[in-house]
């Protein structure tokens, strides 16, 4: 089975979320405290059958401070085939729910289901003697073809349950489900420039994979030697992505071992140079330390990506708790890509911690998970709209939640000026079309040169202090330049090289530059006429001999469909239509491409 979403009730100050979706990469952000460590610590119940809270989990009630009396953690689970057959549905979602119970300690799996009225057909059969079931099947006259055979009489209880009239409720798991279970994994913060632990996490969890696997299984006489052989090989993988990060090691020495009473231990991680002695991590500096810690994150990609499975692989559910933590900003963004590599695999989604805005601009909207605390208790927010305007707030109480405002464009490699709103509402949607990302998450900033002067002198400050900057500007300003804040002599005047930094866009001007197949389609999709008839082609065609296209086509939208429209709203609605990165016009594919080279260039 796989969880694609779960929530929680009553633990810790998630005294009641939304649902939080478990997607190929989940991000989890939000302010200090705010709850994202108590969620990943809340999945866990969920999905480890011998997790138990303590009782200063339960949620503290504002009434009179006493703990509440239930927690409870619901996942909803897409079902496998085998899953379906065991539970006897045609159903591929089921809603599992574990709950705690403060006074008596006792906690139970049950599932959403059609339920008899009678509360003892709801408990696990397979669980209760036989005297009782019998006794049970009897009082109800349940006819039994063997009152000696207890899964036969299971299987008839079962069988006369779904012939009655039956009520939605809640039923007990089979404990073989429960077993079934996803795993989670937490690779905690603390750990983020501590190498070591980061290595011994790692192992523990490629320990119990192969102890796990069908080839181990029922050999426990034979199998310790060859799993510290292998285990050894998962170490060979690490020398030489330690030494791409770090160039003067020439070995690494850490032997893992185990037993069946420890489970997987491991010595200490020891490094040497050529010239020198071995490396004592617990005294180098933290450049030495971030250095390796990404080389640990590269090997565990390789790792994971090597774990033996067998038949329908289990879903694993890896969550990294802040790994950006006291890591710089290409660090961090090293970080993430790996990460994201490890969510590739087929059986594995990823939930990442982190505060940074670097992280969070790498994925889409839909799987960043906002965590905020009001008056003690947290409140999930996530956002189910590819609206701009949507968008555009969503980060902006997600950056003012962490306090950060227009200082985090200090952080971007390249910087983007654009002449007009036309383009701002197109090139991050282009941009995401042609990278999986939106440009922030490829560490480009896009400025709206409509700023006037200020973008004039903001740009030229930039490209003063060696930053990456490009323009995007209308192909006119070539001849008709004169009182534009980008004018070529502008630019030269501020130091700006036209060859290199400079992409001329359109005949005359970006919204040129799109062909009028690209238009009659985003016209036929997002601008449907008022009247109900349907876009010709030569409607826009026919207007680009006129002067200025743009002003032409945005009167022609506004009469036809009856309503304002906005420049962004336009730009916006042509790059959503184009379906393949080859039908971006070249000039602006181009210029996309260039800044997103300066962004991630060594």
Same mark, same amino acid.
């Given at each position: 089975?796989?969880?694609?979403?779960?929530?929680?009730?009553?633990?810790?100050?998630?005294?009641?979320?939304?649902?939080?979706?478990?997607?190929?990469?989940?991000?989890?952000?939000?302010?200090?405290?705010?709850?994202?460590?108590? /969620?990943?610590?809340?999945?866990?119940?969920?999905?480890?059958?011998?997790?138990?809270?303590?009782?200063?989990?339960?949620?503290?009630?504002?009434?009179?401070? /006493?703990?509440? *009396?239930?927690?409870?953690?619901?996942?909803?689970?897409?079902?496998?085939?085998?899953?379906?057959?065991?539970?006897?549905? =045609? $159903?591929?979602?089921?809603?599992?729910?574990? *709950?705690?119970?403060?006074?008596?300690? %006792? $906690?139970?799996?049950?599932?959403?289901?059609?339920?008899?009225?009678?509360?003892?057909?709801?408990?696990?059969?397979?669980?209760?003697?036989?005297?009782?079931?019998?006794?049970?099947? $009897?009082?109800?006259?349940?006819?039994?073809?063997?009152?000696?055979?207890?899964?036969?009489?299971?299987?008839?209880?079962?069988?006369?349950?779904?012939?009655?009239?039956?009520?939605?409720?809640?039923?007990?798991?089979?404990?073989?489900?429960?077993?079934?279970?996803?795993?989670?994994?937490?690779?905690?913060?603390?750990?983020?420039?501590?190498?070591?632990?980061?290595?011994?996490?790692?192992?523990?969890?490629?320990?119990?994979?192969?102890?796990?696997?069908?080839?181990?299984?029922?050999?426990?006489?034979?199998?310790?030697?060859?799993?510290?052989?292998?285990?050894?090989?998962?170490?060979?993988?690490?020398? =030489?992505?330690?030494?791409?990060?770090?160039?003067?090691?020439?070995?690494?020495?850490?032997?893992?071992?185990?037993?069946?009473?420890?489970?997987?231990?491991?010595?200490?991680?020891?490094?040497?140079?050529?010239?020198?002695? +071995?490396?004592?991590?617990?005294?180098?500096?933290?450049?030495?330390?971030?250095?390796?810690?990404?080389?640990?994150?590269?090997?565990?990609?390789?790792?994971?990506?090597?774990?033996?499975?067998?038949?329908?692989?289990?879903?694993?559910?890896? /969550?990294?708790?802040?790994?950006?933590?006291?890591?710089?900003?290409? @660090?961090?963004?090293?970080?993430?890509?790996?990460?994201?590599?490890?969510?590739?695999?087929?059986?594995?989604?990823?939930?990442?911690?982190?505060?940074?805005?670097?992280?969070?601009?790498?994925?889409?909207?839909?799987?960043?998970?906002?965590?905020?605390?009001?008056?003690?208790?947290?409140?999930?927010?996530?956002?189910?709209?590819? #609206?701009?305007?949507?968008?555009?707030?969503?980060?902006?109480?997600?950056?003012?939640?962490?306090?950060?405002?227009?200082?985090?464009?200090?952080?971007?490699?390249?910087?983007?000026?654009? *002449?007009?709103?036309?383009?701002?509402?197109?090139?991050?949607?282009?941009?995401?079309?042609?990278?999986?990302?939106?440009?922030?998450?490829?560490?480009?900033?896009?400025?709206?040169?409509?700023?006037?002067?200020?973008?004039?002198?903001?740009?030229?400050?930039?490209?003063?202090?060696?930053?990456?900057?490009?323009?995007?500007?209308?192909?006119?300003?070539?001849?008709?330049?004169?009182?534009?804040?980008? #004018?070529?002599? $502008?630019?030269?005047?501020?130091?700006?090289?036209?060859?290199?930094?400079?992409?001329?866009?359109?005949?005359?001007?970006?919204?040129?530059?799109?062909?009028?197949?690209?238009?009659?389609?985003?016209?036929?999709?997002?601008?449907?006429?008022?009247?109900?008839?349907?876009?010709?082609?030569? %409607?826009?065609?026919?207007?680009?001999?006129?002067?200025?296209?743009?002003?032409?086509?945005?009167?022609?939208?506004?009469?036809?469909?009856?309503? +304002?429209?906005?420049?962004?709203?336009?730009?916006?609605?042509?790059?959503? @239509?184009?379906?393949?990165?080859?039908?971006?016009?070249?000039?602006?594919?181009?210029?996309?491409?260039?800044?997103?080279?300066?962004?991630?260039?060594?």
């Amino acid at each position: 089975m796989k969880l694609e979403k779960f929530r929680v009730e009553g633990f810790r100050s998630l005294a009641s979320t939304d649902w939080i979706p478990i997607t190929k990469t989940t991000i989890f952000t939000g302010q200090n405290d705010g709850g994202k460590t108590s /969620a990943l610590d809340a999945l866990a119940l969920l999905l480890e059958k011998k997790a138990v809270p303590d009782r200063r989990d339960f949620t503290i009630t504002q009434g009179d401070e /006493a703990p509440a *009396e239930k927690m409870t953690i619901e996942g909803n689970f897409n079902l496998a085939e085998d899953d379906r057959k065991e539970l006897q549905t =045609p $159903s591929s979602q089921i809603l599992i729910r574990r *709950e705690f119970n403060f006074s008596s300690g %006792e $906690s139970s799996y049950v599932f959403k289901t059609m339920v008899h009225k009678d509360g003892r057909f709801r408990r696990n059969l397979s669980e209760v003697p036989i005297n009782e079931l019998t006794a049970l099947a $009897s009082e109800f006259g349940i006819i039994l073809s063997s009152k000696k055979l207890k899964d036969l009489v299971v299987k008839e209880i079962r069988e006369w349950v779904s012939q009655q009239d039956l009520v939605e409720g809640w039923l007990a798991l089979p404990r073989t489900l429960v077993d079934r279970m996803p795993e989670v994994k937490v690779f905690e913060s603390a750990d983020a420039l501590n190498p070591e632990h980061e290595i011994n996490s790692t192992l523990r969890n490629s320990f119990s994979a192969r102890v796990r696997s069908e080839e181990y299984s029922g050999k426990l006489g034979e199998i310790s030697q060859q799993i510290e052989k292998e285990m050894r090989q998962d170490l060979e993988i690490l020398l =030489p992505i330690i030494k791409k990060y770090c160039g003067d090691v020439s070995d690494v020495d850490i032997r893992p071992q185990f037993d069946y009473t420890s489970g997987f231990r491991t010595s200490r991680l020891l490094l040497r140079t050529a010239a020198g002695p +071995p490396i004592d991590l617990d005294k180098e500096g933290e450049g030495r330390r971030r250095k390796i810690t990404l080389a640990v994150y590269e090997w565990r990609e390789q790792i994971f990506a090597s774990e033996p499975t067998t038949g329908d692989p289990e879903q694993l559910i890896l /969550a990294f708790d802040e790994p950006d933590t006291h890591l710089d900003y290409l @660090s961090q963004r090293k970080v993430f890509e790996i990460i994201k590599k490890i969510g590739q695999q087929a059986r594995i989604n990823i939930i990442v911690c982190t505060h940074s805005l670097n992280l969070i601009d790498r994925i889409p909207l839909t799987d960043v998970v906002h965590f905020e605390l009001e008056a003690g208790k947290t409140r999930t927010n996530t956002i189910k709209s590819e #609206s701009p305007e949507l968008n555009d707030l969503f980060m902006y109480q997600i950056s003012d939640s962490m306090g950060l405002r227009n200082s985090v464009m200090l952080n971007e490699r390249c910087f983007l000026v654009v *002449e007009g709103l036309t383009e701002m509402g197109a090139l991050p949607v282009l941009f995401t079309l042609r990278f999986g990302f939106s440009p922030q998450g490829g560490g480009v900033r896009i400025v709206n040169g409509e700023g006037g002067v200020g973008a004039r002198l903001f740009s030229k400050f930039l490209n003063d202090h060696k930053r990456n900057v490009l323009f995007m500007v209308d192909n006119d300003t070539k001849t008709h330049g004169q009182g534009k804040y980008f #004018s070529p002599d $502008s630019m030269t005047a501020d130091g700006i090289d036209l060859k290199t930094q400079v992409y001329f866009v359109g005949n005359k001007e970006f919204e040129d530059a799109f062909a009028d197949e690209i238009y009659l389609r985003a016209a036929e999709m997002y601008w449907p006429k008022h009247d109900g008839s349907h876009w010709q082609m030569d %409607e826009f065609s026919s207007l680009r001999a006129k002067a200025d296209f743009s002003e032409e086509v945005m009167t022609l939208i506004r009469k036809s469909i009856k309503h +304002p429209i906005s420049k962004p709203d336009v730009g916006y609605h042509l790059a959503k @239509s184009i379906r393949d990165p080859k039908e971006i016009p070249t000039q602006i594919l181009n210029c996309i491409d260039q800044a997103f080279r300066l962004a991630n260039s060594d």
